[in-house]
């Protein structure tokens, strides 16, 4: 076989795992954790599956089915660990039950849904700390890494990753099984798994052009799973809240861009490029879960997006409108995200000074890696001839943004400050679809 047929094979084989890993990694994790009850030990027995196949796809060729292939490897590894730690030996036989027909439960198109939001639900297990409940579904279920994770949160990486580890041994320790709860229980564990849909969204969402690998799917993903969690709780009003509020933002989503890839605020997108299916489908939802009667924070996220999409019908924003909405939400959730969007908000009714005061009560502590805060603190200075302040707190928006179109258009927006330019339009959390109202 030639030096060049060789590299072909090897670069198809890491495109496929590659390619596996951003579309199925949670859903393995997910099927294996709920098998082995035993968070840790199915991360590092997937891990190790993956160095498998990278090592064997090669020589042998990819299989069929990756994901199932992947799957009992990752199985094989588990009962291999068990077996010589001697940890857990009751659970051998169930996964050597499971590990011969899994080429049959792996589907072509979806792997294993419900287990994943299986996982969510055990991850919000009573047992475990509340503060460590979603981040450890981000992490297990949804792949993303510590450091994303911490950044959401506005917590140092190094705590973010201690308070994780300690969720999982509390997970190996107690033994908490991994199953789904009683319905009775759902209720009560609901709200963190809608916030790490939420947040799993907002970091897909932060990805404009769509070229980090790490967040490909993401967005899509969480979707999926909103839209799982509607059919598993129809009764329950914030589920379809936060599938609403997505929707409206998916509405949007090639409006976000021009061709060449430079990013466009919300009010300087062309409406005519927004999904009226998409919309359309958001606001059926929200009018479901307003008869239920039970107004909560992701039903008021979703009335918000539903006032913007207004603009593709009168052609104008009712910010008033949004302004009592988002008064609401921060009664309901006063997160560092639903205050800076605030804010951006009172700026455009009001006016800018007004806008800024209600930006700088907020505490500095909380805001200093907060990038929306500020882009926001930028664009306001300007509108008020503060060129020197809008500079610096355009440049330290700058350091906070790893889209590297959001990058762009921040710069642009430093070079215009001394043309003291008060016409151009608010981003990141101005857009009040940008940012994601974290804690």
């Not at 759902?186 to 980090?212: C, H, K, M, N, Q």
């Amino acid at each position: 076989m030639s030096e060049n047929h060789e590299g072909e094979r090897a670069a198809r084989v890491h495109r496929t795992i590659e390619q596996v890993a951003r579309d199925s990694y949670g859903r393995l994790l997910a099927f294996l954790a709920v098998r082995c009850r035993d968070v840790s030990a199915a991360e590092d027995a997937l891990a190790d599956a993956f160095q498998t196949a990278l090592e064997t796809w090669p020589r042998n060729g990819i299989p069929e089915k990756p994901e199932a292939w992947l799957l009992v490897a990752g199985r094989r590894k588990l009962i291999d660990g068990m077996r010589r730690s001697r940890i857990r030996g009751e659970a051998i036989p169930d996964l050597l039950a499971g590990t011969e027909n899994a080429y049959e439960m792996a589907g072509e198109s979806l792997l294993f849904p419900d287990e994943r939001l299986k996982l969510m639900f055990v991850c919000a297990h009573p047992a475990i700390e509340a503060q460590a409940r979603t981040p450890l579904m981000l992490q297990t279920v949804l792949g993303l890494d510590a450091a994303r994770i911490a950044s959401a949160f506005l917590v140092r990486p190094s705590a973010m990753g201690q308070r994780l580890t300690r969720a999982k041994s509390k997970i190996r320790v107690a033994g908490i099984r991994f199953e789904v709860p009683e319905a009775a229980q759902l209720p009560e564990r609901l709200e963190f798994v809608l916030e790490a849909i939420y947040a799993a969204y907002g970091s897909g969402w932060d990805d404009i052009t769509g070229a980090d690998a790490r967040r490909k799917g993401l967005a899509a993903e969480a979707v999926e799973l909103a839209r799982l969690l509607v059919q598993l709780m129809p009764d329950e009003p914030e589920p379809k809240g936060l599938l609403a509020m997505m929707l409206h933002c998916e509405a949007r989503r090639e409006a976000r861009r021009t061709q060449s890839g430079s990013y466009v605020p919300l009010l300087e997108q062309d409406v005519t490029c927004w999904s009226k299916e998409m919309m359309g489908e958001a606001e059926r939802l929200l009018c479901e879960a307003s008869r239920r009667g039970r107004i909560g924070r992701f039903q008021l996220e979703a009335a918000i997006q539903s006032a913007h999409a207004q603009r593709a019908r009168t052609g104008v924003t009712d910010w008033n409108a949004i302004a009592l909405l988002y008064e609401g939400l921060v009664r309901l959730s006063p997160t560092v995200g639903a205050l800076v969007g605030r804010a951006a908000v009172i700026a455009e009714a009001q006016g800018p000074a007004a806008g800024l005061s209600a930006l700088e009560l907020l505490p500095d502590a909380v805001v200093q890696t907060y990038q929306p805060y500020w882009a926001l603190a930028g664009h306001l200075f300007k509108r008020l001839g503060r060129i020197s302040e809008a500079q610096c707190a355009y440049s330290r928006a700058i350091g906070l943004s790893e889209e590297p179109a959001l990058r762009r258009f921040l710069e642009a927006e430093i070079s215009k400050s001394d043309e003291r330019d008060s016409d151009t339009h608010l981003i990141g959390s101005s857009d009040a679809e940008g940012s994601v109202h974290h804690r």
